[in-house]
Nanobody, 126 residues
Framework: QVQLVESGGGLVQAGGSLRLSCAASGRTFTSYTMGWFRQAPGKEREFVAVINWTDGTTYVSDSVKGRFTISRDNAKNTAYLQMNSLKLEDTAIYYC???????????????????WGQGTQVTVSS
């Protein structure tokens, strides 16, 4: 079993930055993939970014490319989502998710992930 806990959300002005964290526990993470998704009110869940825990390969969606960066700290079993140049449309609940390594790359669909965190709210104001 894997437990994921997100943190770092909050209220920020447009153009500002936030860094989200996703702390994983319960199993070793050497063979997992960690993804970030978000869901805005009234909208479907959207893929944001993903990182291969083993070799650090990353992939980010076009909507956040150049502004968001995903990374991980192996020693802390923690993944990060650095969000810069935030826009109003980035307002959403952000979730981290984990899946066992394997399958197609990049894993952009939520249904391929087995474990989810509780989410953290990010609100961007004008």
């Amino acid at each position: 079993q894997v437990q994921l806990v997100e943190s770092g959300g909050g209220l920020v002005q447009a153009g500002g930055s936030l860094r989200l964290s996703c702390a994983a526990s319960g199993r070793t993470f050497t063979s997992y993939t960690m993804g970030w998704f978000r869901q805005a009110p009234g909208k479907e869940r959207e893929f944001v970014a993903v990182i291969n825990w083993t070799d650090g390969t990353t992939y980010v969606s076009d909507s956040v490319k150049g502004r968001f960066t995903i990374s991980r700290d192996n020693a802390k079993n923690t993944a990060y989502l650095q969000m810069n140049s935030l826009k109003l449309e980035d307002t959403a609940i952000y979730y981290c998710a984990a899946r066992a390594y394997g399958g197609s790359w990049p894993p952009v669909y939520g249904y391929v992930y087995s474990y989810w965190g509780q989410g953290t709210q990010v609100t961007v104001s004008s």
